[in-house]
């Protein structure tokens, strides 16, 4: 099971932005932007947009998480 919250930080933290800046972006205050870095999950509408902030597909965790048998 992956958790979402930290692979965000670790993405955002390796692009040097701060909190102020991406709760800018996501229209937010910033003490949300710590809130979702310590979640497990999140909406798919939410991760869309970090992912298109961030300029990285977050969803490929979830697909790469999954094990389909036939």
Request: with cysteine; charged share 30%; proline share 0%.
């Amino acid at each position: 099971m992956i958790h979402i919250g930290n692979i965000i930080k670790k993405k955002f933290d390796e692009q040097g932005l701060s909190a102020s800046w991406l709760a800018k972006q996501l229209c937010c205050d910033r003490t949300n932007i710590y809130s979702i870095f310590k979640r497990e999950s999140i909406d798919t509408m939410l991760l869309t947009k970090i992912s298109e902030i961030l300029k990285h597909d977050f969803f490929k965790y979830y697909s790469e998480d999954i094990n389909i048998q036939d």
